[in-house]
């Protein structure tokens, strides 16, 4: 078992930043990628970055240069540098673990979910 917790969110002008943390506990070492996805009302749940334990890190077309996610091993913790935000980020970020061991698959986790508003 994972718990994730994210925390961060907020209301900020178009062109602001904001930064979202999520605090994983459990079974850590059976976590093979951390990410965040968000989803907007009325539409699906869409990836937004992620990361692998080895360091491989992928983004959503709509936010490369913008969003940096990065992780801190020490504290099992993961974030999501957002800059220069727009008002189509408006959504709610969840963080995400895939969890595996030895070659079996991955089982999703996610945390609640963290609202990020941006006002044009």
């Known amino acids: 078992q994972v718990q994730l917790v994210e925390s961060g969110g907020g209301l900020v002008q178009a062109g602001g930043s904001l930064r979202l943390s999520c605090a994983s506990s459990?079974?850590?070492?059976?976590?093979?990628?951390m990410g965040w996805y968000r989803q907007a009302p009325g539409k699906q749940r869409d990836l937004v970055a992620t990361i692998t334990e080895g360091g491989a890190i992928d983004y959503a077309e709509s936010v490369k240069g913008r969003f940096t996610i990065s992780r801190d091993n020490t504290k099992n913790t993961v974030y999501l540098q957002m800059d220069n935000l727009k008002p189509e980020d408006t959504a709610v970020y969840y963080c995400?673990?895939?969890?595996?061991w030895g070659y079996g698959p991955s089982y999703d986790y996610w945390g609640q979910g963290t609202q990020v508003t941006v006002s044009s």
């Open positions: 459990g079974s850590t070492s059976l976590i093979r990628a």
């Open positions: 995400n673990a895939a969890v595996g």
